[in-house]
């Protein structure tokens, strides 16, 4: 379902964009022409489109990113897979590991989220009933109208032409059904004339609605038209987007009548303007949504008026000053812009820094067995960096219990547990794999991936002290925001598996802010198994979502005699990406690494 909540936010800030706009086009109002007033506009209409791209935008600032995840279902619901519980159970033949996961659902929408859903796609389909409505009644009159007969006017008309410089032969109809002069379509343009102004009309005054008309052609406001029909259907609700709409209007007509007065001689500015006022009765109707006219409210004609009547060309100068006013205002919101994004499943990318970096990229896609996954390595020896997949190692994805290494870290930190001293009773509860259900210690609840133990130790945290941790230690993108107990399980906790190795040697180069003690005590729970001179250190972590494994982690580091390898392997698919999958894929991958 769309992401009706966070779309309704998103609205929060497209009221304060749009007064944005308002307020440089009324500050800036002597330095902007008409035309640049009227693609400020513009502006806003590609913010308008934002939220229903289908990708996050990156660059979402903190307060941005609070704002968002208002919309997010928080925390998530928590059930055991679907299965056996023990589906996710040893890892590996010598079952020295477990990759133990709980489920998380996402599937279900509140009944409030479904409610606003289905209001807004009824509000959609009572404005599409009236789009509609108003395209047969413009049919009507396009059937209805004759080419234009009178060879005066004709000849009037193909001075127009002349005078825009328009080499389309646009045609002219006339019709009994309209009060003031339109131009619709955009493939195939036709203007319309109303019959009274055929018959009754002074020369001079129709050439200015002619010219007038032809303005729309130029600059393509047949197409803009469309746009603001689109916009005018999606937000609907939104009165900030309807006023702004119709200020876009009014701000088009005066465009149009600036470029009808650049084309004219300053002593017929005057006669425009009368034009506008001689017909301000007849015109002053609303045209469709589909044409684009002369017309407009009262209101609106008084504006143009006065805009004729202190009319003066625009100077190389003003229009520079025009161009960057211009070009601000659309950097000031461009910032504005990952805030708008809806996409929960946006990609959030870490930007790694490569600058003098050792980097190769091996083929290991057949290790991969089909799954789109990466596999990242750092050599100490050769101070150097393997990389399959460069892409998917820079995407931020949950940690899932792989960040359990940094919350007992914190544990440790905040005095929670300490060396030494880091057992922890069992509630009596009755969880879904059995290893859970007795006292743990950080070995123990390491090795056997007891949530419990490590919410625990999050809980008696605090949120506010999570957080602190996570910027400290810089951990992916800092967002502890979906719940105490499940900010890390497939929720908004992120991190690339780049970002997971570089942690990694951190934490083994005692370069944390932690305690040397402390790090000593989770590198001990981390150690896996040894063979020879060779040691392996190391965490799985799965990603289960309404009983699929769809995120498979497993990351580490291995000691050699004359090197250490830190190294990260994710898996994703539909199913079946496990930690425990994971972990086979990096050990077949290292045991081929001389």
């Given amino acids: 379902m769309f992401p009706i909540i966070r779309f309704l936010i998103c609205n929060l800030f497209i009221a304060i964009l749009t007064g944005i706009i308002f307020a440089v086009r009324y500050g800036f109002k002597s330095q902007l022409s008409a035309r640049r007033q009227y693609q400020l506009w513009f502006l806003l209409l590609g913010l308008l489109a934002v939220p229903f791209l289908p990708v996050q935008l990156p660059g979402s600032g903190r307060a941005a990113a609070w704002f968002t995840n208002l919309g997010s279902r928080s925390p998530h619901a928590l059930s055991p897979a679907a299965g056996s519980p023990g589906a996710a159970g ?51 009159i396009k059937r209805s109208s004759l080419p234009l007969q009178n060879r005066d006017i004709l000849a009037l008309y193909g001075r127009c032409l002349h005078e825009t410089h328009i080499r389309r032969n646009i045609p002219v109809r006339s019709t009994a059904f309209l009060r003031s002069p339109v131009i619709t379509g955009f493939l195939k343009p036709c203007i319309y004339l109303p019959l009274h102004l055929i018959s009754n009309c002074d020369p001079a005054d129709l050439r200015y609605m002619l010219l007038h008309e032809l303005q729309h052609y130029r600059h393509k406001d047949a197409a803009v038209n469309y746009l603001m029909n689109i916009a005018a259907v999606l937000y609907w609700f939104n009165p900030f987007v309807w006023l702004a709409l119709k200020e876009m209007r009014g701000d088009r007509e005066t465009a149009c009548d600036s470029a009808v007065l650049e084309m004219l001689e300053t002593k017929d500015y005057e006669d425009y303007g009368h034009t506008l006022i001689n017909f301000a009765e007849k015109i002053s109707l609303i045209p469709f949504p589909f044409a684009s006219g002369m ?24 229009r520079m000053r025009g161009i960057c006013i211009y070009c601000l205002t659309a950097l000031l919101l461009l910032a504005v812009v990952p805030a708008l994004s809806t996409d929960a499943a946006g990609e959030d990318i870490y930007k790694f820094d490569k600058k003098g970096e050792d980097i190769s990229h091996p083929d290991l896609s057949s290790y991969f067995n089909g799954y789109d996954g990466t596999f990242v390595l750092y050599d100490t020896a050769a101070d150097a960096w393997q990389i399959y997949n460069e892409e998917h190692a820079a995407l931020r994805v949950p940690p899932d219990s792989t960040y359990k290494i940094y919350n007992a870290l914190l544990g440790l930190e905040t005095g929670i547990i300490s060396p030494g001293q880091t057992q922890m009773g069992w509630d009596g509860k009755n969880y879904p794999f059995e290893e859970w259900n007795t006292d743990q210690d950080l070995n123990t609840a390491m090795r056997d991936s007891v949530n419990w133990y490590f919410q625990s130790l999050d809980r008696q945290a605090g949120p506010s002290a999570i957080k602190d941790y996570l910027r400290q230690i810089r951990y992916g993108n800092e967002d502890n925001s979906h719940g105490t107990d499940t900010y890390w399980l497939e929720s908004s906790l992120k991190i690339s598996a780049i970002e997971q190795v570089q942690l990694l040697k ?80 990096a050990q077949a991958i290292l045991a081929d690494i001389q």
């Fill in 295 to 318: 017309g407009g409210n009262m209101k609106q004609l008084k504006k143009r008026i006065l805009n004729i009547s202190s009319y003066r060309p625009e100077s190389a100068w003003r």
């Fill in 90 to 140: 040893r890892t590996g033949a010598a079952g020295w590991i477990s990759d133990f996961s709980i489920s998380v659902s996402r599937n279900a929408p509140s009944f409030t989220e479904t409610l606003l859903f289905f209001i807004w796609l009824a509000g959609m389909a009572v404005m599409l009933l009236l789009l509609i409505r108003s395209y047969f009644r413009l049919r009507h």
């Fill in 506 to 585: 951190r934490l083994y180069d005692y370069d944390l802010p932690a305690d040397k003690a402390n790090i000593n005590e989770v590198k001990n729970a981390l150690f896996l198994r040894q063979n020879g001179e060779e040691k392996l250190y190391g965490k799985t972590g799965t990603g289960r979502v309404d009983g699929h494994d769809v995120n498979g982690w497993f990351v580490g580091w291995l000691e050699r005699t004359d090197r250490t390898y830190f190294f990260a392997v994710n898996l994703k698919g539909s199913s079946g990406a496990t930690g425990a999958l994971a972990s086979d894929t």
